[in-house]
């Protein structure tokens, strides 16, 4: 009786087993629209539209600090050097003003395990939230699984040659204008050296078969480390 009834109950498991895997198999993506609107309802909309990024329909400047706490609040780590936010999935290098941030589509630890908790910076960007579903380039839906592939057909045909690939990383690049410059870099005109803008997409690698995992972040700045 107890081996019929460990019978019954192994095939039972496996059905209901095949059928979550069934339904899974079944979802199918959303369609481009059916994107856009679920964009529309994300706590974290970003949009990227030609060398500018807007959070939440507000123009991200590289600009101070203080500029960033207005859109997103005040942050959970803020040391010279780096600024992390627990209210949205952004993390800065910053110093006097924001040199670069990152907004990130994936947990800033995956694939790195190894970042201890004991180290305050590794704290905070262990506890940033990612975004919540889309973020729109030229009002086209990129999501962490875009691949690469994907990515490259989308971007080239809008950007044509300011569309490249730097050291393996899907990076787009402005060389601006003053009066482009200044509204992205208020504080601009100390050091002109500087007049690129660089939006690079970020990918996760898995370190012993060298696939990609997924988008993990995007990349702004006006420097590339």
Not at 73 to 92: F, L, M, Q
Not at 170 to 178: D, R
Request: glycine share 6%.
């Amino acid at each position: 009786m107890k081996r019929k009834l460990l019978i019954l109950f192994i095939a039972l498991l496996a059905i209901a087993c095949n059928g979550q895997q069934s339904s899974k198999e079944n979802v199918k993506p959303l369609t481009e629209q059916e994107a856009l609107e679920a964009f529309k309802k994300q706590k974290h909309r970003f949009e990227i539209k030609g060398y500018k990024i807007y959070y939440n329909d507000q123009l991200m400047k590289l600009d101070s600090v203080t500029h960033f706490i207005k859109r997103m609040g005040e942050p959970s780590y803020n040391k010279r050097g780096d600024i992390v936010w627990n209210t949205a999935p952004v993390w800065g290098m910053r110093y006097s003003t924001m040199e670069k941030f990152f907004i990130y589509f994936r947990p800033y630890a995956e694939g790195r395990e190894e970042l201890s908790d004991l180290y305050p910076f590794y704290y905070a960007v262990k506890r940033m939230p990612e975004i919540d579903g889309y973020m729109l380039v030229e009002g086209h839906p990129i999501h962490k699984d875009t691949t690469p592939k994907e990515l490259s057909e989308i971007l080239k045909p809008i950007y044509g040659e300011h569309f490249v690939n730097l050291m393996g990383t899907p990076t787009i690049v402005f060389e601006l204008k003053e009066d482009e410059i200044k509204e992205i870099i208020p504080h601009w005109g100390a050091d002109k050296s500087y007049k690129n803008i660089f939006i690079s997409f970020d990918y996760l690698i898995d370190e012993q078969t060298k696939k990609v995992i997924g988008l993990k972040s995007v990349d702004y700045s006006y420097f590339l480390l």
